[in-house]
């Protein structure tokens, strides 16, 4: 029993330490290569023809701090589409000074967060179209630096990847696997392959010229889907188009939850789908999870616990979380896998909640 029990335990530490090391190989990679926005030299570029568009659905809490950076880009326009919100979302808007409209109830099989932007699409009169969530902040400068990476990248498609800005404790458990597994899957240079199954995309930020978004029928493209970002992204390959993906540095950043909860509740509605909308495939994903940031610690094994930090610490370089607390956020490794179960159980049921809003899948 013992012997068997030491093979299968070899087993495991391998297939862990080889999917870690092969994660620290692209992890590497992307260091090297992955765009950060940054600030142009010379004189700012005109922006008359940028609109700035906002699908906001009780955001209240979030606009007061992440509003009036966005106004003070220089942006042709900044739309608000208030989206049924029972909290002041669009009153507040309009007092901080953005143009607001009332979104159209929610048409058979389409999703939300779809179908405000493809509203957002239709009012904008820019040539070129930023689609931003409300919990993301812009500094001074931000717009400029991405028409100048849009400019050396030369896409159809560019979406950034915001610096986490995570605060509270429960906010640090899960939120930092989004860039661990984003950042160590797929390397930044095959983004520009034709391949639509090497794409990638951050909802949080997505800009378009107007003339392909509008060709390939805008947000309509995702109507039906609740993770409609990487979605976006493979469909918009297949019809010939290109895509790129920089990261926001210091210059774009977004406080995706506030607690753990709310954390649990964002995972649960996304992991479905993150895992193709197989549900055996979101069961593989936790066993994965499990051994692969657990387990290591239960065995003693310190050449995985080795790498499973290594693949941490790089991935806050990358994306410049290196203050005191962020790179604390490591120490939380091995209850990675115990603190998203519950999200995972969320994700497994048949209809998911969000914003009030709910969803079969």
């Known amino acids: 029993m013992s012997r068997h029990r030491c093979s299968w335990e070899k087993a495991a530490a391998l297939a862990v330490g080889l999917s870690l090391a092969a994660r620290i190989g692209t992890l590497l990679v992307n260091a090297a290569t992955f765009p950060h926005l940054r600030r142009p030299a010379g004189p700012p570029p005109d922006l008359s023809g940028v609109s700035l568009l906002?699908?906001?659905?009780?955001e209240a809490h979030n606009l007061p701090g992440t509003l009036p950076g966005l106004l003070r880009q220089g942006a042709g326009e900044v739309i608000v589409l208030d989206d049924g919100s029972r909290d002041g979302t669009a009153e507040l808007a309009r007092s901080l000074g953005a143009r607001v409209i009332a979104g159209q109830p929610l048409p058979p099989g389409w999703r939300g967060k779809p179908w405000a932007c493809q509203q957002l699409g239709a009012a904008a009169s820019g040539s070129v179209l930023v689609f931003t969530d409300a919990d993301v902040t812009w500094q001074p400068g931000a717009l400029a630096a991405l028409l100048d990476a849009w400019t050396r990248e030369d896409a159809d498609l560019l979406s950034v990847w915001p610096r986490q800005d995570n605060r509270s404790p429960g906010e640090r458990f899960l939120t930092p696997m989004v860039d661990t597994l984003t950042l160590g899957l797929l390397p930044w240079p095959?983004?520009?392959?034709?391949?639509?199954?090497?794409?990638?995309?951050?909802g949080q930020v997505m800009a378009f010229r107007r003339r392909p978004y509008q060709e390939e029928g805008g947000h309509a493209l995702v109507r039906?889907?609740?993770l409609e970002d990487f979605a976006f992204a493979r469909r918009f390959k297949e019809?010939?188009?290109?895509l790129t993906l920089v990261l926001g540095g210091d210059l774009i950043s977004v406080r995706m939850y506030r607690s753990y909860r709310e954390t649990l509740e964002g995972f649960g509605k996304n992991s479905l789908a993150a895992h193709g909308g197989h549900r055996a495939g979101l069961a593989l994903g936790a066993v994965a999870?499990?051994?692969?940031?657990?387990?290591?610690?239960l065995t003693r094994n310190r050449t995985l616990v080795a790498l499973g930090l290594a693949e941490a610490l790089l991935v806050r370089v990358i994306t410049r979380r290196t203050r005191p607390d962020e790179l604390a956020e490591v120490l939380l490794t091995p209850l990675i896998a115990p603190a998203g179960w519950p999200s995972y159980l969320l994700a497994a049921r048949r209809q998911v909640a969000w914003k009030g809003r709910r969803y079969q899948q």
């Not at 095959?190 to 951050?202: E, G, K, T, V």
């Not at 999870?289 to 610690?297: A, C, E, G, K």
């Open 54 to 58: 906002v699908p906001a659905r009780d």
């Open 289 to 297: 999870v499990f051994f692969t940031y657990s387990w290591p610690y």
């Open 239 to 242: 019809r010939g188009r290109t």
């Open 190 to 202: 095959l983004l520009r392959w034709p391949q639509p199954a090497l794409s990638a995309a951050n």
């Open 224 to 226: 039906g889907e609740l």
